[in-house]
């Protein structure tokens, strides 16, 4: 463990000047991560044994390493987590008291207004809050002081490489702490600020968006990152929408258990439809076509997914989107359409073609062999439910015969069959579809 020679407070200030001077020395730096002490010898022993690169190791005064650098990825020992973050603060507060108390007798007018902006500027005094905030995140993500010091700082600078400088500080801190609520938040802030002096976002949110699927790999259910990228959505562009919604289907056919992933791609796909129903004032046939070949796509794809992955639950709330809005769409083609029958019969027969193969998934879903694994029991469970939740969707015009098919009775011996285990199991579901049909109506 880490013994001080000296007294505390002089041991805290040499450990931050240490810190400091290694971040300054490697601005690459990409990747942080806490080292237990034992580790370093490890560490070092590779750094020696590698010869296309070498690595930094700093001691403290007796001899213990504390900082290790190599290859822009920064280990800070556990050891020294608590001195370092203790000081770092006490510099920040001390720094952060002083830049305020310049900034406020600078509202004064005439020459002394002048003199203390320029003796700001002359101390350096932004760029020690900037130095200081820097150390404290880097040690501890959630000081919401520092965050908000360095918001002071950049409000007044706003250059462009100043702020692109600041996505690249906030990406180091999600290195080790990618679920900061406050690390994303003045992520989000930082690109409106771009945003706000009429910068081109597109290159910008693409990164943004690569940035969240690496960290969305090493840092499952991160629905902080997650709903960073669905934020992402509303600057994006009609073709990086459709971008978008290719380069997740990978992802998202590998990860068929996280929720966020699908309801990212809910997002891109409204966002492809507002965008569409605004170019033009009504759906043109053409528009519809495009429109309809997307979801069709959509819903063959999740189908594979369903029947490749039994029983996960994430694929079938997907579905249920998909479908709402495939009946919300043929339900109003008569108002939309009314002057072209031909099209509407045609959509009217795609309709029907619809509800019957969602009819055939169902009783496809519902079979569970004699192994009687809870997956296959699952799958039936949300096979049942998924049709009585389509059931109530249903226009009232189009659904009889859909309706006729299903007969409670049958729907009911399916669900008891799937959840023979619970008595009560049949009253839950029906609650549980009513929410899922108040949620689907609203996302």
Request: aromatic fraction near 10%.
């Amino acid at each position: 463990m880490f013994r001080p020679t000296m007294n505390g407070e002089e041991n805290g200030g040499d450990l931050l000047r240490q810190f400091e001077q290694v971040l300054e020395s490697d601005p690459a730096i990409d990747e942080i991560g806490f080292v237990h002490p034992s580790l370093f010898v490890n560490l070092n022993e590779e750094a020696a044994s590698s010869s296309d690169s070498v690595g930094n190791v700093v001691c403290s005064e007796d001899g213990s390493a504390v900082f290790w650098n190599r290859d822009h990825k920064l280990g800070i020992s556990t050891n020294v987590l608590i001195p370092l973050y203790k000081e770092a603060k006490h510099a920040l507060i001390g720094a952060v008291r002083q830049y305020k108390g310049l900034n406020s007798t600078s509202d004064v007018t005439g020459v002394e207004s002048s003199v203390c902006v320029s003796l700001s500027l002359d101390d350096g005094i932004e760029s020690e809050v900037m130095r200081h905030t820097r150390a404290v995140l880097l040690v501890s993500s959630d000081y919401g002081t520092a965050w908000n010091s360095r918001k002071m700082v950049l409000l007044k600078r706003q250059e462009q490489t100043t702020l692109l400088a600041e996505l690249l500080f906030s990406a180091l801190v999600l290195s080790y702490a990618p679920k900061s609520e406050h690390a994303w938040c003045h992520r989000r802030w930082v690109i409106k600020l771009i945003a706000g002096k009429c910068s081109p976002l597109q290159d910008i949110v693409t990164k943004e968006s690569e940035l969240v699927e690496k960290i969305a790999e090493r840092s499952k259910m991160n629905y902080r990152a997650w709903y960073h990228r669905c934020w992402l959505v509303s600057y994006m562009t009609t073709e990086q929408s459709l971008h978008e919604l290719e380069r997740s289907k990978k992802w998202a056919g590998l990860h068929v258990a996280d929720h966020s992933c699908f309801h990212y791609r809910r997002q891109l796909m409204l966002r492809i439809l507002k965008d569409r129903s605004c170019q033009q004032e009504s759906i043109s046939f053409i528009c519809s076509v495009t429109m309809n070949q997307l979801w069709k796509e959509e819903l063959d794809w999740d189908e594979m997914l369903i029947k490749r992955y039994i029983g996960r639950e994430a694929l079938w709330l997907h579905r249920r989107f998909l479908s709402l809005f495939w009946i919300k769409h043929f339900s109003t083609c008569d108002t939309r359409l009314a002057g072209d029958l031909k099209h509407k019969a045609s959509m009217n027969n795609d309709f029907s073609i619809f509800l019957d193969h969602e009819f055939n998934l169902l009783w496809s879903c519902s079979i569970i062999p004699d192994d009687n694994f809870d997956d296959y029991q699952a799958q039936a469970t949300h096979s049942a439910t998924y049709m009585l939740w389509l059931s109530k969707q249903i226009p009232d015009s189009g659904g009889f015969e859909f309706r006729e098919k299903l007969r409670t009775e049958n729907l009911q011996a399916l669900l008891n069959k799937a959840c023979h285990e619970k008595s009560s199991t049949w009253d839950s579901i029906l609650a549980d579809v009513e929410t899922f049909d108040h949620l689907a109506k609203e996302g």
